[in-house]
């Protein structure tokens, strides 16, 4: 009798099962190594189809829960770095700035009378942030189409101009320069250094 010839819940009794084993060694060797060969070609199959499904990734679920620990443990520490990396680089730029807004600004206060010159610097010892320019309380004057301009403000790169271009006030090292014109041919005039005329100037260092 052959191994391969019994059920798969064989009824016979033991003594009987274990003689037609035992007689049959070759076969069983057989059937044997045909269920290794099999389990071989199933787990390829189960790779492949892994492979096929998922690609590259691999879900959380399909790891133990060792390494699972242990990968969130290092991603946690990870993150940490990076956040202590971003507050040590956001303590650096708001320290910088406190120490910007903890300059304290000096303004000055002075006045001048205009000569008539076409250009003059007024040098006040230190090359100003700002400065405000006025002549009897204006800093322009407008009447009918005409526009008087005795000063404004003037900021650091921002000079002051009149309507057509024409300087009339602007920061220079050491103080800030004023204008006027001898003859007026122009519809504005520029009036920030006419002669005998005082006016007062306000400068930020």
């Given at each position: 009798?052959?191994?391969?010839?019994?059920?798969?819940?064989?009824?016979?009794?033991?003594?009987?099962?274990?003689?037609?084993?035992?007689?049959?060694?070759?076969?069983?060797?057989?059937?044997?190594?045909?269920?290794?060969?099999?389990?071989?070609?199933?787990?390829?199959?189960?790779?492949?189809?892994?492979?096929?499904?998922?690609?590259?990734?691999?879900?959380?679920?399909?790891?133990?829960?060792?390494?699972?620990?242990?990968?969130?443990?290092?991603?946690?520490?990870?993150?940490?770095?990076?956040?202590?990396?971003r507050l040590q680089s956001a303590e650096a730029t708001l320290q910088a700035h406190t120490a910007q807004l903890a300059q304290k600004a000096e303004v000055y206060f002075g006045t001048y009378t205009g000569d008539g010159a076409a250009s003059r610097l007024i040098n006040i010892g230190f090359t100003p942030k700002a400065v405000m320019?006025?002549?009897?309380?204006?800093?322009?004057?407008?009447?009918?189409?005409?526009?008087?301009?005795?000063?404004?403000?003037?900021?650091?790169?921002?000079?002051?101009?009149?309507?057509?271009?024409?300087?009339?006030?602007?920061?220079?090292?050491?103080?800030?320069?004023?204008?006027?014109?001898?003859?007026?041919?122009?519809?504005?005039?520029?009036?920030?250094?006419?002669?005998?005329?005082?006016?007062?100037?306000?400068?930020?260092?």
């Amino acid at each position: 009798h052959k191994i391969t010839d019994l059920p798969d819940q064989p009824s016979l009794p033991a003594n009987e099962l274990k003689a037609r084993f035992d007689s049959s060694p070759e076969e069983l060797r057989q059937a044997v190594n045909g269920i290794c060969d099999e389990a071989s070609r199933l787990e390829a199959r189960v790779e492949g189809i892994v492979v096929d499904t998922f690609g590259d990734t691999i879900d959380r679920e399909m790891l133990s829960e060792e390494l699972a620990a242990e990968l969130d443990a290092k991603a946690t520490q990870a993150a940490l770095t990076g956040v202590d990396s971003r507050l040590q680089s956001a303590e650096a730029t708001l320290q910088a700035h406190t120490a910007q807004l903890a300059q304290k600004a000096e303004v000055y206060f002075g006045t001048y009378t205009g000569d008539g010159a076409a250009s003059r610097l007024i040098n006040i010892g230190f090359t100003p942030k700002a400065v405000m320019v006025m002549c009897g309380g204006y800093a322009t004057y407008s009447k009918g189409s005409q526009t008087h301009w005795y000063g404004g403000l003037a900021l650091t790169g921002k000079p002051v101009k009149a309507s057509d271009g024409r300087s009339v006030l602007n920061i220079e090292a050491g103080g800030f320069r004023v204008y006027t014109e001898s003859t007026q041919v122009f519809a504005d005039y520029v009036m920030s250094n006419t002669a005998e005329r005082s006016y007062h100037y306000i400068a930020v260092k």
